[in-house]
């Protein structure tokens, strides 16, 4: 399907005709705009239609439901990518629920489910929800980011029951790939898949109740472990909202080499979705074909940037490690094409098994309208004709200057996803070799090491108080950043230090205290 994209100029003057009281703010790539809440569902009525626009996000601060004290901030983040602008509403929940959002934009459900759980205000329809964030025995006292429901929610704690002629098949929490710890229960009563159960709160380690009151270098840490295998993404997303508050600007080569590390985790994880396909089709040698690849390109990332999965690469205003030296950027130039040729030998032999190609074909079926109200990037909204990519979207440095190639499908199925994974293993060596040619380093300048170094040793407020090391996760031993070796993935910078500016959406404080981080 192609949509004309919308304009964001024409979408806030029909906001204002539908919110006459709406205050909004346009401040350049971000729009904000306050609306009230009674008219909190028609602006999402308006928004969820509007062609090239997209539900991105969907966060609270913290407040008192019930009209004590302050009252909870309602946020959306909207995407309209063809302008490469993202509208940011506000609205104040003044009671304990909210309009049904997820009825009328379904990528706001997920969100619906865990705001209820963190700062118990729920949709006003009353329907039951997933659990997300509370396992089933926590009780009043388990780590919330708000205030918890007035009452218990009962869809935490009651179990579900599959009835008539269908029956749950389980898959997961635990599975033998790099995946995160989720439990889908597919209900199914043979062939057709009539509901399924998502429960994610299995491995839930409470990260952003974590990250509240920790030093920037505490939140890049834990920002890169948000899901291990998006290690440069979550990083730099971190790092780029940080730079964005204090005014910091990344050097070209850091910039690229950042590129450079981010291209290679797309790469491996193509790879490794190949592989999984191999897996659940049954087709054990393509699968050791893939993984072979895989391999190979995971010991070029520990060559590269000294980490198999790339921690520790991005640095705040910087990149902290890079193929800096002729030879690793010889050996990467070297290394790199035979490794996706491997990939490709592979794909090309899976493609002439009609085995393979007849499990993948109208199989998982998304049209172009779906993937946009689900709010689904990647792979999967490609493959449905949907050109959303943020490298080329919404492009920071390099990606401004070396835009890629958006790779596009129309089939909406697992085989398109297959060739849209294809042609991006493609492009991500065309755009490392640009890189590489233009010159990758590792710097995180002084100026910016300075005031970085500056917002850190700032003062904490009064109340606040900010730890002296950083801990690993599920480590017994507390070590101070910037002190380990190469290749361990903690964070450390050029300098030998920590990078240490604040990330978030609101300010710039000596601490971490967002809105809403990274999910975790």
Not at 75 to 81: H, K, N, P, T, Y
């Given at each position: 399907?192609?949509?004309?994209?919308?304009?964001?100029?024409?979408?806030?003057?029909?906001?204002?005709?539908?919110?006459?009281?709406?205050?909004?703010?346009?401040?350049?790539?971000?729009?904000?705009?306050?609306?009230?809440?009674?008219?909190?569902?028609?602006?999402?009525?308006?928004?969820?239609?509007?062609?090239?626009?997209?539900?991105?996000?969907?966060?609270?601060?913290?407040?008192?439901?019930?009209?004590?004290?302050?009252?909870?901030?309602?946020?959306?983040?909207?995407?309209?990518?063809?302008?490469?602008?993202?509208?940011?509403?506000?609205?104040?929940?003044?009671?304990?629920?909210?309009?049904?959002?997820?009825?009328?934009?379904?990528?706001?459900?997920?969100?619906?489910c865990e705001i209820y759980e963190q700062f118990g205000i729920r949709p006003a329809t009353g329907r039951p929800l997933n659990r997300v964030v509370l396992p089933?025995?926590?009780?009043?006292?388990?780590?919330?980011?708000?205030?918890?429901?007035?009452?218990?929610?009962?869809?935490?704690?009651?179990?579900?029951?599959?009835?008539?002629?269908?029956?749950?098949?389980?898959?997961?929490?635990?599975?033998?790939?790099?995946?995160?710890?989720?439990?889908?229960?597919?209900?199914?009563?043979?062939?057709?898949?009539?509901?399924?159960?998502?429960?994610?709160?299995?491995?839930?380690?409470?990260?952003?109740?974590?990250?509240?009151?920790?030093?920037?270098?505490?939140?890049?840490?834990?920002?890169?472990?948000?899901?291990?295998?998006?290690?440069?993404?979550?990083?730099?997303?971190?790092?780029?909202?940080?730079?964005?508050?204090?005014?910091?600007?990344?050097?070209?080569?850091?910039?690229?080499?950042?590129?450079?590390?981010?291209?290679?985790?797309?790469?491996?994880?193509?790879?490794?979705?190949?592989?999984?396909?191999?897996?659940?089709?049954?087709?054990?040698?393509?699968?050791?074909?893939?993984?072979?690849?895989?391999?190979?390109?995971?010991?070029?990332?520990?060559?590269?940037?000294?980490?198999?999965?790339?921690?520790?690469?991005?640095?705040?205003?910087?990149?902290?490690?890079?193929?800096?030296?002729?030879?690793?950027?010889?050996?990467?130039?070297?290394?790199?094409?035979?490794?996706?040729?491997?990939?490709?030998?592979?794909?090309?032999?899976?493609?002439?098994?009609?085995?393979?190609?007849?499990?993948?074909?109208a199989t998982g079926v998304l049209s172009a309208e779906q993937a946009r109200l689900l709010g689904l990037v990647g792979p999967v909204a490609r493959a449905t004709?949907?050109?959303?990519?943020?490298?080329?979207?919404?492009?920071?440095?390099?990606?401004?200057?070396?835009?890629?190639?958006?790779?596009?499908?129309?089939?909406?199925?697992?085989?398109?996803?297959?060739?849209?994974?294809?042609?991006?293993?493609?492009?991500?060596?065309?755009?490392?070799?640009?890189?590489?040619?233009?010159?990758?380093?590792?710097?995180?300048?002084?100026?910016?090491?300075?005031?970085?170094?500056?917002?850190?040793?700032?003062?904490?407020?009064?109340?606040?108080?900010?730890?002296?090391?950083?801990?690993?996760?599920?480590?017994?031993?507390?070590?101070?950043?910037?002190?380990?070796?190469?290749?361990?993935?903690?964070?450390?910078?050029?300098?030998?230090?920590?990078?240490?500016?604040?990330?978030?959406?609101?300010?710039?404080?000596?601490?971490?205290?967002?809105?809403?981080?990274?999910?975790?």
């Open positions: 399907m192609t949509a004309v994209q919308a304009d964001a100029r024409g979408i806030l003057d029909e906001i204002a005709l539908v919110a006459r009281k709406a205050a909004i703010r346009d401040d350049g790539d971000v729009i904000t705009a306050q609306i009230p809440g009674p008219d909190l569902e028609a602006v999402v009525h308006l928004l969820a239609a509007a062609p090239g626009a997209r539900l991105a996000h969907m966060f609270v601060s913290d407040g008192q439901p019930g009209g004590e004290g302050e009252p909870v901030i309602l946020r959306l983040v909207w995407a309209v990518d063809g302008q490469q602008r993202y509208l940011l509403t506000e609205s104040a929940v003044e009671a304990e629920t909210y309009p049904p959002l997820s009825d009328i934009a379904p990528a706001a459900f997920h969100e619906e089933p025995h926590a009780g009043p006292d388990f780590p919330r980011l708000g205030h918890p429901p007035t009452q218990p929610p009962r869809e935490v704690h009651a179990p579900h029951t599959v009835g008539g002629q269908a029956f749950e098949f389980p898959f997961g929490p635990v599975r033998q790939v790099g995946a995160e710890s989720l439990y889908y229960g597919l209900v199914t009563s043979g062939e057709e898949i009539v509901d399924v159960h998502v429960f994610i709160w299995h491995k839930h380690r409470g990260v952003e109740w974590r990250l509240r009151e920790r030093s920037p270098a505490d939140g890049l840490f834990f920002a890169e472990r948000m899901e291990g295998l998006s290690a440069v993404a979550n990083g730099w997303a971190f790092a780029a909202a940080a730079e964005a508050a204090t005014g910091l600007l990344p050097p070209e080569t850091a910039a690229r080499s950042r590129g450079v590390a981010l291209e290679l985790e797309q790469l491996y994880n193509h790879a490794a979705a190949v592989a999984a396909l191999c897996q659940t089709t049954g087709l054990s040698v393509g699968q050791s074909a893939a993984e072979i690849a895989l391999e190979q390109l995971l010991r070029l990332n520990a060559a590269a940037f000294g980490h198999r999965y790339l921690f520790g690469v991005v640095g705040i205003g910087g990149a902290r490690r890079a193929p800096d030296p002729a030879p690793l950027r010889r050996d990467l130039r070297r290394d790199l094409p035979r490794a996706y040729g491997e990939l490709r030998r592979a794909a090309d032999s899976l493609l002439s098994t009609n085995s393979f190609v007849d499990r993948l074909e004709g949907l050109g959303v990519d943020a490298r080329h979207d919404h492009p920071a440095s390099p990606y401004a200057a070396a835009p890629p190639a958006v790779v596009t499908r129309a089939g909406g199925d697992v085989l398109a996803r297959f060739h849209v994974m294809l042609a991006e293993a493609a492009e991500s060596v065309r755009l490392i070799g640009q890189f590489l040619d233009a010159g990758a380093g590792a710097a995180v300048p002084a100026a910016n090491w300075i005031a970085a170094r500056r917002h850190q040793q700032e003062p904490a407020s009064a109340g606040q108080s900010r730890p002296a090391a950083s801990r690993s996760p599920g480590s017994s031993s507390t070590t101070r950043v910037g002190s380990p070796a190469r290749g361990c993935g903690r964070p450390r910078c050029a300098t030998g230090g920590a990078s240490t500016t604040p990330a978030g959406h609101e300010t710039c404080s000596p601490t971490f205290r967002s809105s809403k981080p990274a999910s975790g």
